[in-house]
């Protein structure tokens, strides 16, 4: 087992992992990858069993003129593959998220998630809650 951020080798294997978050709607290219990764601030964390990438979360650390000037971190797109859910391998990603970040100074961390039982109690035994704010959005495409 290995927990390590991506590279532009993992290409193929992260856009198959996107496919178990997105199903069916459109990814960018894979050229979209490279620019990704290497976005500063950004990082895509993957955890591997024998060399496949089984779960992926993308930390951004984005600058903040507030909490004197120390960053804030944003967490998206975070995937295990169907057959490893529940393995902890989800878990290993989000703690690598959150030691990057900490690691960066940054303030908070924040994620959206959906509204399943499920997938809140995933986020809030890593320690996130819902009792400071309330997590908003809106698109311009068509929610999943």
Same mark, same amino acid.
């Not at 927990?3 to 992260?14: H, I």
């Not at 964390?45 to 650390?61: E, I, N, Q, R």
């Given at each position: 087992?290995t927990?390590?951020? %991506?590279?532009? *080798?993992?290409?193929?294997?992260?856009?198959?992992?996107?496919? /178990?978050?997105?199903?069916?709607?459109?990814?960018?290219?894979?050229?979209?990858?490279? @620019?990704?990764?290497?976005?500063? *601030?950004?990082?895509?964390?993957?955890?591997? %069993?024998?060399?496949?990438?089984?779960?992926?979360?993308?930390?951004?650390?984005?600058?903040? =003129?507030?909490?004197?000037?120390?960053?804030?971190?944003?967490?998206?797109?975070?995937?295990? /593959?169907?057959?490893?859910r529940?393995?902890?391998?989800?878990?290993?990603?989000?703690?690598?998220? +959150?030691?990057?970040?900490?690691?960066?100074d940054?303030?908070? +961390? =924040? %994620?959206?998630?959906?509204?399943?039982? @499920?997938?809140?109690?995933?986020? @809030?035994?890593l320690?996130? *809650?819902?009792?400071?704010?309330?997590?908003?959005? +809106?698109?311009?495409?068509?929610?999943?």
């Amino acid at each position: 087992m290995t927990t390590r951020t %991506l590279t532009v *080798g993992d290409t193929a294997q992260a856009v198959l992992l996107y496919r /178990h978050l997105v199903g069916e709607q459109p990814l960018a290219s894979d050229s979209a990858f490279a @620019e990704l990764i290497d976005h500063p *601030g950004t990082w895509v964390w993957g955890a591997f %069993l024998s060399d496949h990438l089984v779960a992926m979360a993308t930390l951004h650390v984005l600058p903040s =003129m507030t909490q004197g000037g120390r960053p804030y971190a944003l967490v998206e797109n975070v995937v295990t /593959h169907q057959t490893h859910r529940g393995t902890g391998q989800g878990r290993r990603v989000m703690q690598a998220a +959150i030691d990057a970040a900490w690691a960066a100074d940054c303030y908070k +961390i =924040m %994620l959206l998630t959906g509204r399943t039982a @499920e997938a809140r109690g995933f986020y @809030e035994k890593l320690g996130f *809650g819902t009792d400071e704010k309330w997590g908003m959005t +809106i698109r311009r495409v068509p929610e999943r």
